[in-house]
Each structure stands twice: as structure tokens, then as C-alpha cells.
């Protein structure tokens, strides 16, 4: 017998969270995610992070309560992709139409459009680990916002795949793909 047959059989499989496990998880003050059955605890945003998400947020829930199309809503509020991924998007768009997929508990299913702002704690999953589930899952478009540097990309959902629709550093005019006539100055979401 090889090595390699011993170590296998004393591999200890790992079990993958559920969103029943994660909503049986106790308080303890913290903010959790589940990617992929994995449990990943989420750090309190800083100041800046707080500031540009408010500016956002307050910008669409303008425009969007406006027309009423839809909801705006932001973290922290479950959004359930599926049993083994539960997220907390930091700004995210249920369109009327897709309305049913807002219960009292949590968002069942993917919404429209996503917005996160990066933080050092949450860049990787935001631009690799999530930005896929997104896309996986229906999310028709999705926004990656960098605050320290000032610039924010657009994404659109092409057949489960994200491809950048723009990109705008620090001053300029970023538009909504499914929000239609929505666009946002960047000299509004980077003053705090």
C-alpha cells in the first residue's frame, strides 16, 4: 500500500454549510456569509466603504422609488442563491417584475443587480468567488466599486458569464444596463 492510498483513507471530509445551518448559527455579533458550503465571516466595512455605499444607495433609491420599479435594499439582508450559498450584497435592485423573490426572511433568488464595494477583507470574493456566483445564478448586472482608488466597473450578464460593460475612474458618468436611464456622476459617490 503507497502512501498516497493510507493518507486517503484518513482524509477527513469537510461538511458543507446549508442555509439551514447558517440561519441555526448563534449570535455572536458578526456578520457571516456561506460560498459555496463554505462559512466566511464578514468584517465590519470601514468609514469610506459606509460613505460611498450611502451615496449609492441613495442615489438609486431615489431614482427607483421615483418610477417605482422596484426595491433597492442593502447589507445586511440574506440573499439565498441556493442551499450552499447565502450572501449579503452591500447594495443590491429586485426588479417589479421579479418581486417574488422578496419574503420577510431573506431575498430567494437572484436579484437583478448587485453593487459591492471592495474592502482589503473582501476584494477576493468580491471580484472572483462572488462575481461567479452572481453570474451563475442570474444576476443580469453587476457593479465592483473601489473606493480607495475611485472607480467603478459594470458588468453584464452574458449567459452566466460576467463581461465588462464600462469602466470610470474617479470623476465621470457610470449608466445602469437594466435600470434604464439610470446613470450616476462619480464626483456624487467618492466625497465623504
Not at 19 to 43: C, H, K, S, T
Not at 87 to 97: A, G, L, N, T
Amino acid at each position: 500500500m503507497e502512501i498516497k492510498d493510507i493518507s486517503v483513507a484518513y482524509k477527513i471530509e469537510k461538511k458543507l454549510l446549508t442555509y439551514q445551518d447558517y440561519i441555526n448559527l448563534p449570535e455572536d455579533g458578526n456578520r457571516y456569509e456561506v460560498i459555496n458550503g463554505e462559512l466566511i465571516m464578514v468584517a465590519a466595512p470601514n468609514t469610506g466603504h459606509q460613505f460611498v455605499s450611502g451615496n449609492i444607495y441613495f442615489e438609486l433609491y431615489r431614482f427607483i422609488q421615483k418610477r417605482k420599479i422596484g426595491k433597492i435594499l442593502d447589507a445586511p439582508v440574506d440573499v439565498l442563491l441556493s442551499e450552499s450559498n447565502v450572501v449579503q450584497p452591500d447594495i443590491f435592485f429586485v426588479s417589479k417584475e421579479n418581486s417574488k423573490i422578496v419574503t420577510e426572511k431573506n431575498i430567494s433568488g437572484a436579484p437583478d443587480m448587485v453593487i459591492e464595494i471592495i474592502s482589503p477583507s473582501t476584494a477576493y470574493y468580491d471580484l472572483l468567488e462572488k462575481k461567479e456566483l452572481y453570474a451563475v445564478h442570474g444576476v443580469r448586472e453587476y457593479w465592483i466599486v473601489e473606493p480607495k482608488k475611485m472607480w467603478i466597473e459594470v458588468y453584464i450578464n452574458q449567459n452566466g458569464k460576467f463581461e465588462v460593460d464600462q469602466r470610470v475612474e474617479q470623476t465621470g458618468i457610470i449608466r445602469s444596463i437594466i435600470i434604464k436611464d439610470f446613470s450616476l456622476n462619480l464626483a456624487n459617490v467618492f466625497t465623504y
